[in-house]
Nanobody
Framework: QVQLVESGGGLVQAGGSLTLSCTAS????????MGWHREAPGKQRELVAS???????HYADSVKGRFTISRDKTTNTVYLQMNSLKPEDTAVYYC??????????????WGQGTQVTVSS
């Protein structure tokens, strides 16, 4: 079955950097878009960044210029390079992938989440 496994979270001081990675396995036909969301305590899950199968990217305003999303289609891996981290970036980060189960039809899968904590 389809699985998404994330890694790279941790504790970092404000101004520091972290790189998250997420690898999808069990993919039957391919992946459309991939992305990263985050959920902070007491807040709704929000989209951080996404990348289409063609490489088009989208970022939340709060992370533009600081975060970079990329993907390796050969390994079904998506990355999130996070620079100039702020305490308000503290959250559980989840990757997701829109996985094709037949031509032109896909469904979303989610990783288990990885904690990112930014200390002031």
């Amino acid at each position: 079955q389809v699985q998404l496994v994330e890694s790279g979270g941790g504790l970092v001081q404000a101004g520091g950097s972290l790189t998250l990675s997420c690898t999808a396995s069990g993919i039957p036909f391919g992946i459309n878009a991939m992305g990263w969301h985050r959920e902070a305590p007491g807040k709704q899950r929000e989209l951080v960044a996404s990348i289409s199968s063609g490489g088009n990217t989208h970022y939340a305003d709060s992370v533009k210029g600081r975060f970079t999303i990329s993907r390796d289609k050969t390994t079904n891996t998506v990355y999130l390079q996070m620079n100039s981290l702020k305490p308000e970036d503290t959250a559980v980060y989840y990757c997701n992938a829109a996985v094709y189960y037949r031509v032109s039809s896909s469904r979303d899968y989610w990783g288990q989440g990885t904690q990112v904590t930014v200390s002031s």
